[in-house]
């Protein structure tokens, strides 16, 4: 067996190029771990759902989806209007028919407004034309309230398969979930809501909230959870505003 003494410059050499390949390694496998997508593909968005940000910077949305009432909506907005925070509500398409001039008011005090359907239904079991038609019928409304293009879409009860959204991306519509559930939907009490939004939010995170009358904590929990996230150091922002910091992160 021959023995093949390196030089001290060979060596080292050597090493870098171990640790080099090792490094790619690491990253190649960060970018391609299961069940976290970085960045918007045809197939990602086929597969996965819009759930949060990677970016270094400290920020976050809060989101608020609304299908009923008008109660909760107008405390919600008082709330976020008193405390100029930027928000993304996602509205099922009945309630905006019904309730044009809220639609009108989140327009005019600059929130950001997206789709959450139609009929308040797990897309799962719509199938292809079904979600299709679903998101339409909820963007006709929408768009002709707000004036503006309407390109995302929370589904209800946030259910999704394959087929529903490949079904939203042929539309245009980009699919968005959550990173942080609040769990307001369930009135677990106020001091739950709070310390689940702020012990889990992270930068980039997509907070899910709601704004509809059978959510009957959300209002009392909502101020103690801006003050604190912003005593952490964070800037709420909008969904559109968030994905200009970073890249998106698609999961299952």
Known sequence: MRIVALSRRDAARLALLVVTLALLGWLIGWL??????RGATPASLDRYTLRGVATTQ?????????????VMPAKVLAILVQDHVPATFFLSGPWAETNPGYVHQLVVDGFQVESHGWAH???SSLGYPGVVANIRHANQVLTSLTGHPVTYVRP????????????AHSL????????????????????VIIHRVVSRAHPGDIVLLHAS???KQTN???????????QQGYRL????????????????
């Open 121 to 123: 239904v797990n897309y």
């Open 213 to 215: 009358d059978t959510c």
């Open 237 to 252: 922002v909008t969904l559109a505003a968030l994905l200009k910091m970073g890249t998106p992160e698609y999961r299952g």
């Open 32 to 37: 391609v771990s299961p069940g976290v997508v």
């Open 220 to 230: 009392l929990a909502l101020p103690a959870i801006i003050r604190a996230l912003r």
């Open 156 to 167: 209800p009860n946030g259910d999704f398969n394959a087929t529903a959204l490949a079904a």
């Open 172 to 191: 245009g519509y980009t699919v968005v979930t959550w990173g942080t559930d609040s769990l307001d939907w369930m009135n677990p009490g106020v001091s």
């Open 58 to 70: 400290r920020a976050l949305a809060l989101t608020f989806d609304i299908s009923w009432g008008t």
